[in-house]
């Protein structure tokens, strides 16, 4: 079923602690940066959804650049920026506070 829905449990006990619907295509990739404070959620649709765990997982940014389906993504070491790599091989770079899109590769050095 490719609807896009997709829900964070706790570990310790189990319990859904957030559940989000924001996009309807299939979720191809799923992150937490190095530090712990964005969660990133990649779809089908060529969209990175970014999500500010601190505030309750809110949506923080929408990286759609991307012209087909996302395949992974990475986030660099101190988790302000991500490379995203869509099916057909094209790599692009977004800041992820707020999702817009970074030039080039020496964006995220």
């Given at each position: 079923?490719?609807?896009?829905?997709?829900?964070?449990?706790?570990?310790?006990?189990?319990?859904?602690?957030?559940?989000?619907?924001?996009?309807?295509?299939?979720?191809?990739?799923?992150?937490?940066?190095?530090?712990?404070?964005?969660?990133?959620?990649?779809?089908?649709?060529?969209?990175?959804?970014?999500?500010d765990v601190?505030?309750?997982?809110?949506?923080?940014?929408?990286?759609?650049?991307?012209?087909?389906?996302?395949?992974?993504?990475?986030?660099?070491?101190?988790?302000?920026?991500?490379?995203?790599?869509?099916?057909?091989?094209?790599?692009?770079?977004?800041?992820?506070?707020?999702?817009?899109?970074?030039?080039?590769?020496?964006?995220?050095?």
């Amino acid at each position: 079923r490719e609807d896009g829905r997709w829900v964070v449990v706790s570990t310790e006990d189990w319990e859904v602690v957030h559940r989000a619907h924001d996009t309807r295509a299939a979720i191809t990739d799923v992150k937490f940066c190095p530090a712990g404070a964005t969660l990133g959620v990649a779809a089908r649709d060529g969209r990175l959804l970014l999500y500010d765990v601190s505030a309750g997982f809110s949506l923080r940014g929408v990286f759609d650049r991307h012209r087909s389906p996302l395949v992974r993504f990475d986030f660099s070491r101190d988790g302000k920026k991500v490379r995203t790599a869509s099916a057909t091989w094209e790599l692009l770079y977004a800041d992820t506070a707020t999702g817009a899109h970074l030039p080039s590769a020496a964006a995220i050095r």
